[in-house]
């Protein structure tokens, strides 16, 4: 397959899918005449790709999806062990969206940026302070 088909078979840009191979993501395919030709399995590799970022994995992550695992190690055993850590990167990422959240949703009564610098710092002063009578 050319990359033009293959890009139109999985519905990526040809230069997403260099991208994807300079990224070591995807095999470099062999070359006939200057030309990239892929074997069919490029599909259903692509389509583990696309599945993994789809799921918020990043590139490294993928890359240690397909190479990080020894070799006879099943599909999903590598989808729970990177599952399990982008899970509880997920759940992170929750508790700060709601505390994003609760601060944005704060009314602000300060006359000028100033007033509400020493308000933010005085907050945080009281903080840190109840934080270490918590310890």
């Known amino acids: 397959m050319t990359i033009g ?3 139109k078979e999985t519905g990526l840009r040809a230069s997403a899918i260099r991208f994807y191979e300079k990224a070591g993501v995807l095999p470099k395919p062999v070359r006939k005449g200057g030309q990239r030709r892929y074997d069919g399995s490029v599909l259903e590799r692509i389509a583990v790709l696309e599945r993994a970022r789809q799921c918020g ?3 490294q992550e ?3 999806l397909f190479y990080g695992f020894r070799p006879d190690a099943p599909p999903s055993e590598r989808w ?3 599952a399990r850590k982008k899970i509880a990167e997920l759940d992170s990422l929750a508790v700060q969206i709601t505390e ?19 308000r933010i710092r005085s ?3 009281e903080e840190h302070r109840r934080s270490f009578r918590l310890l």
Do not use: N
């Not at 944005?104 to 009564?109: I, P, R, S």
């Open 80 to 82: 729970q062990a990177l």
């Open 100 to 118: 994003m959240k609760r601060m944005l949703q704060q009314t602000c009564a300060c006359r000028d940026l100033e007033e509400c610098g020493r």
């Open 5 to 7: 088909e293959v890009a």
């Open 62 to 64: 993928v890359r240690q």
């Open 57 to 59: 994995f990043s590139l």
């Open 123 to 125: 907050t945080a002063r």
